[in-house]
Structures are given as structure tokens and as C-alpha cells.
């Protein structure tokens, strides 16, 4: 049938039931809505009701004996109408920055705390995918002489440290990978690492040879950056035998197929780039494009920086889902990011932070 206009007791039965669905996992009957949430409605009417919503397709039956469960088409009304504003959650906000503030400046660490945040606030197993380094917008650099005729490269950016490693040639001393390393956080402070990969060739191009060394260096450099660019997407999995705290895991064989999606690094960053504009998007059950999450839900957020999608972070469980918290762990998640990535900006007003406070 198609997408009716339900009657306000028709959705108050209807949100009665995938909540109590989504908090106990028991099968709803007449008389569990009419004890727990609507004594005012008979059990009789209930009964007719639940009927009702069922030959819609918003609830079913798995057995002709047995109570009924939510369908994909309760849980997407559920989200679209019913749940109604996610609020951040104080013990969310607290246990999200907890985590957050023991992370290390570098970027891998970060998303590490942001995986394991989400998924100690969610109870499901979470996914954080970055969308490659291109886009980050340098702060500083630097150049750091490793034995062996090797340097670390380290790209200060608003959202942590990116780190590569390259080679260096004979006769380039301590002193040369300073210069250089300041003369680089002049030129390119405030742009993009790719932008940075596009233009430092034409510095070389403008540099005098009185800038003893550089352009040896700089040439090996620029094929670090373009490996930093084009390395597969950095991708992060915390929490995911939680998935087995679901019953609808209880078959190892459901959980398996699960599993081998979140650790496949191809197949999660298609999932997670999906329907990538919205702020919170939630795929639920046969939305998903993935046979093997047609029973799961995907709910997933977007972390932008000037409007460019930085990371990706989902949260993958059953469709008997908690949504509510799953959307408050990320919107408090973005939250937090966006003010950790205002404090990195150690040059930026001070007046503006004080306002924050």
C-alpha cells in the first residue's frame, strides 16, 4: 500500500510499539501497549489497530501466534516523524569528551577516539572512514632528519598531525630541513595539502640556487605528498563484536556476513559515502544497497571542514536500532570535533574563544 496519512492514534500506537520494540526486543501485543503506554484505549481496540497497522505494513508478524514487530516502514516513519529532535544526552556529551580530550595530536589517534567514543555511548560497533588528506588545511610543517638518509615529514593541519616519510639526499644537514620546513609553513600555511602537492613545484621553479639543497629535497618531498594523497582512505573499526549483543546475531552465520562488510575497507567507505550530504542520514534495512546489511540500519554523520567532507562516521546494527541515541552520540560527536578544531587554530582570536566559554 502506498504511504497513508496515519491518524494521531494510529501514531501513538505506532511509536508506543517501536519503542517498547527497540528497549526490550519482545514482540508487541494489545496488551503490552495498553499496560505500559496507552490504559486509556481498550485492548480490544488496540488489537484492531495493531491489525490495521500491520495490513498497512508498519508492523508484522513472525508468527501466527506470536505478538508483532516493526517493519523497515515503521522504523523509517519512526525516524522521519516520530523520534522527533535528537538533545544531546549530558552522560553522551560527557563520556564523548572524556575520550576526546586524551587524544594525541596526531590524526590517526583522533579518529581512534572518535570510533571508540561513538561506540562506547552506542553499544554498536562503529566505523570512521577519512576521506583522504587532500583537503586538510595546513597549519605548519615540518622536516625531521631519520638515520639512513631518511626524514619524517609532519603537516600541522586543524584537525591533527599527518605524517609520511621520505628519502633525502647526500650533503642535506639538520640546518637545510629547518629552512625548509619554514620556508614551506610560510608559503603554504592556510591552503590545502593538495594544494600544496599542485604548487610547490613552481617554488622550486622560482627558487634561487643560493637556497643551498632545497630542490633535492623538495623533489623527493612532493612524491611523499602525492602518496599521502592517494593512500587508500584511513579507516577505523571499534566495537564490533558488540553486534553480537543483539539478538538478532545470535546465528554467528548473520553476524559473519556483518563482519566481513565493516572489515572490508572497499565496502565500508561505499557504505559510509552514501547519501553523504545530510548532516545524520539513516539507511534502514533494504534502503541499504549491501545484501548484506539488508537487515541492519547505517546510521551515518559527516565531518566538514569549509564545506569539504573530511571523515565519515557510521554506526552499524540491527534495525531494532536506538536511533534517538545513536543520532545525539553523533551530533554531540561533530560538536565537539568542531570546537577541538577551533582550539588547534592557536593563531585565531582569543576574543572569539572567550566568547565560546
Do not use: W
Amino acid at each position: 500500500m502506498g504511504d497513508e496519512i496515519l491518524s494521531e492514534r494510529k501514531l501513538k500506537i505506532l511509536y508506543s510499539a517501536v519503542e517498547d520494540y527497540i528497549q526490550y526486543a519482545n514482540p508487541i501485543t494489545s496488551g503490552s501497549v495498553h499496560d505500559k503506554y496507552i490504559s486509556n484505549i481498550s485492548p480490544a481496540t488496540l488489537r484492531n489497530e495493531l491489525s490495521a497497522l500491520e495490513a498497512m505494513g508498519y508492523l508484522k508478524q513472525l508468527h501466527t501466534s506470536s505478538g508483532r514487530i516493526p517493519t523497515s516502514k515503521a522504523y523509517r516513519l519512526y525516524v522521519n516523524q516520530l523520534m522527533g529532535n535528537t538533545k544531546f544526552n549530558k552522560k553522551t556529551l560527557e563520556t564523548v569528551r572524556g575520550m576526546l580530550t586524551q587524544r594525541t595530536a596526531y590524526l590517526s589517534d583522533i579518529l581512534q577516539a572518535v570510533a571508540g567514543a561513538v561506540s562506547q555511548t552506542t553499544n554498536y560497533p562503529t566505523v570512521v572512514v577519512l576521506n583522504g588528506y587532500d583537503n586538510l588545511p595546513v597549519e605548519s610543517i615540518k622536516i625531521i632528519p631519520l638515520i639512513n638518509l631518511s626524514a619524517l615529514l609532519l603537516i600541522g593541519t586543524t584537525n591533527g598531525i599527518v605524517n609520511g616519510q621520505f628519502e633525502l639526499s647526500n650533503g642535506i644537514t639538520e640546518e637545510n630541513c629547518i629552512d625548509a620546513s619554514n620556508f614551506l609553513t610560510k608559503k603554504f600555511a592556510g591552503k590545502t595539502i593538495q594544494f600544496m602537492r599542485e604548487n610547490i613545484k613552481q617554488e622550486l621553479l622560482n627558487m634561487s640556487d643560493e637556497i643551498d639543497g632545497f630542490k633535492q629535497l623538495f623533489n623527493n618531498l612532493i612524491n611523499c605528498l602525492t602518496d599521502m594523497i592517494t593512500r587508500r582512505e584511513n579507516v577505523v573499526r571499534v566495537g564490533e563484536t558488540k553486534l553480537l549483543n543483539n539478538p538478532e546475531y545470535a546465528d554467528l552465520s548473520d553476524a559473519k556476513k556483518v563482519f566481513d562488510i565493516i572489515n572490508d575497507d572497499g565496502e565500508i567507505n561505499q557504505v559510509l559515502n552514501e547519501n553523504s550530504d545530510s548532516e545524520i542520514s539513516f539507511t534502514i534495512g533494504k534502503e541499504n544497497n549491501s545484501e548484506e546489511l539488508k537487515n541492519c540500519s547505517v546510521v551515518k554523520a559527516n565531518y566538514k571542514i569549509k564545506g569539504k567532507n573530511i571523515a565519515s562516521i557510521g554506526v552499524i546494527g540491527p534495525e531494532r536500532m536506538n536511533y534517538s541515541n545513536v543520532a545525539s552520540a553523533l551530533k554531540v560527536i561533530v560538536s565537539e570535533l568542531d570546537k577541538l578544531n577551533y582550539l588547534t587554530n592557536d593563531s585565531d582570536d582569543k576574543e572569539d574563544n572567550k566568547n565560546k566559554n
